[in-house]
């Protein structure tokens, strides 16, 4: 398609691009009950019974490809679950599905057939809320333990009632696996593997359950959840102004505080209409940026831990530059890793004095870079070993990606091109000058390349920002909006806001009550997403090539558990 070609309409799409949702609730006739209004898009009320067709017709009709996320959540008299639609080839186009069901049998139709990636939501939804899914085909818990009673996030469940659950017998492990197809001893050729959950390679606490056929991959299933800490519970607890913000760095903990303060930060500015003041936006998109380059700095260095077992060269020189980005950004926020640097409406304080000094350190790193970028692709992307392990391994097609919700380096290494700092604008994104990175392999390999690439095109953007910072007025140097003390949003409010994280897209759905704390908060984990695809990655392929697939989706276990 030429630059000049316009994109094919949709229905349910006006020539000039936005959302016609009149044609959407024409489109869906009977089925949508009524439309309700959230601040960033209208919902659709549908029967729990019908949710397949809604959503059936959403997606191929009205080209909403990408579920980003499905929030459930508890009334009084009702339970309701929300499958938040976008587009991938503009996610700007948003529309909500609400599906309520009754208190005394919360069960709904389960959206798996319609979008793959709604296995593991629906399943955390049961878990932690209590809707069933019918026709769901896993429907088991996936943060909790099978033998957890009750559902957290439910309004009778209490915290206080201990645990006791009888003890069960393991299965045995080298009993023939009933995937095999075969009930009979002796007649199954497949055998069953733990990886994890405490190995180097599994960055974190994953244990990745493992079925080979001789010695490739007949299945695998991530087994998430033992770092599960009640992330959204506790942010219910907080208060919008000053409790919630400190807990968006301990998600993805290891180095993208300031981009997972952004995300709520935007989420709570958008639901209490505040604006946040040009000065502020180019200091948080700086310092964003410079998460990002710290955070792909790991990635690379892990991935090659996993792939060459080689510490003592890349690993180190990863981390070399790695911690050039944390002495920046510990220069700027006080902290190395849990900045809790974002307030909302603005950033904690300036710029460190001496100006001088701090612009002159960030220029010496951005300086050293391209070198430094060289020196990794002469180490690590042209190296043959790396890659025979990288090339044609864990391949993920765009539509299968799309499929799982996947977004960040490991949707954008299928050439899947999006990337909401423009296709969704926030921030001082839009007036600076760079370029959204993508690769055509759909492999191990591209994904590498991706966060390479990026790196290069997050220092132009702090080039650029250093260089508005260095000549913004003084006396125009407003760091923070006036926010009132306390904020209440008018009750039964809600948004689904996301950014552009280092790993994809970092969302968060909030609804008010009138109260100084949110009635529910969710995290729309990046993570999460992207761990759901590595069994369509690694069927038919070696356990060597499990490693690196899982490598090069970059989880933090964290972030997935919340």
């Not at 390479?452 to 260089?467: M, N, P, T, W, Y």
């Not at 923070?480 to 996301?498: C, F, H, M, S, W």
Request: with cysteine; net charge negative; proline share 7%.
């Amino acid at each position: 398609m030429s630059l000049e070609e316009p994109r094919p309409t949709d229905v349910g799409e006006t020539a000039d691009g936005e959302v016609d949702y009149d044609e959407l609730e024409a489109l869906l006739g009977e089925t949508a009950l009524e439309r309700e209004d959230h601040v960033n898009a209208p919902a659709f009320v549908v029967r729990p019974d019908e949710v397949q067709d809604a959503l059936s017709a959403l997606r191929q009709e009205a080209g909403f490809d990408y579920c980003s996320c499905v929030t459930a959540q508890e009334y009084e008299d009702r339970y309701e679950s929300i499958y938040h639609l976008k587009k991938y080839d503009d996610p700007t186009q948003e529309v909500g599905v609400v599906v309520p069901t009754a208190t005394d049998e919360p069960v709904s139709q389960t959206a798996e057939p319609v979008y793959r990636t709604a296995d593991w939501h629906e399943r955390e939804a049961y878990d932690l809320v209590g809707i069933e899914y019918e026709g769901h085909p896993d429907l088991r818990r996936i943060l909790l333990p099978e033998t957890w009673q009750g559902h957290p996030l439910g309004k009778d469940y209490d915290p206080e009632k201990p645990q006791v659950v009888p003890f069960r017998e393991h299965a045995n492990p080298l009993e023939p696996d009933q995937r095999a197809g075969s009930d009979e001893p002796g007649e199954s050729d497949t055998m069953f593997i733990n990886v994890g959950p405490h190995h180097p390679a599994t960055h974190g606490v994953l244990h990745v359950k493992t079925v080979l056929d001789g010695e490739q991959i007949a299945d695998v299933e991530p087994d998430i959840g033992y770092l599960h800490r009640c992330e959204e519970q506790m942010c219910q607890q907080g208060t919008y102004r000053h409790q919630i913000m400190p807990y968006p760095d301990r998600w993805d903990y290891v180095s993208a505080g300031i981009l997972n303060e952004w995300a709520y930060a935007r989420a709570a500015e958008d639901l209490a209409d505040i604006e946040v003041p040009e000065y502020a936006q180019v200091i948080r998109t700086m310092s964003a940026e410079l998460c990002r380059i710290a955070s792909h700095m790991l990635a690379l260095g892990t991935f090659c831990l996993d792939v060459f077992g080689d510490f003592t060269a890349t690993f180190q020189y990863a981390f070399r530059d790695r911690e050039v980005v944390q002495d920046i950004l510990e220069d700027l926020t006080g902290q190395r890793l849990m900045f809790n640097y974002l307030r909302l409406g603005g950033v904690a304080w300036d710029l460190p004095e001496p100006r001088e000094e701090f612009f002159e350190k960030t220029r010496d790193f951005l300086e050293d870079l391209p070198e430094k970028m060289k020196e990794y692709h002469n180490l690590v992307t042209s190296n043959e070993i790396f890659q025979v392990r990288c090339v044609d391994t864990g391949e993920l097609p765009p539509d299968v990606a799309k499929q799982y919700g996947a977004t960040g380096p490991v949707a954008r290494g299928s050439g899947v091109d999006i990337d909401l700092r423009r296709d969704d604008p926030y921030g001082y994104y839009p007036e600076l000058d760079w370029d959204v990175v993508t690769e055509d392999g759909c492999d191990n390999y591209s994904r590498v390349l991706v966060r390479l690439r990026e790196v290069e095109e997050s220092a132009k953007i702090i080039e650029q920002c250093v260089d508005l910072l260095e000549d913004w007025p003084e006396e125009e140097r407003t760091i923070q909006a006036n926010v009132p003390r306390t904020l209440k949003p008018d009750p039964d409010t809600e948004i689904y806001r996301g950014v552009e994280a280092a790993k994809g897209e970092l969302g968060i759905y909030m609804r008010s009550d009138g109260t100084d704390k949110p009635a529910r908060f969710k995290i729309r984990s990046p993570c999460f997403c992207n761990l759901h695809t590595l069994r369509e990655m690694t069927e038919g392929e070696y356990i060597p090539d499990l490693i690196a697939s899982l490598g090069s989706l970059d989880i933090v276990l964290g972030e997935v558990d919340r």
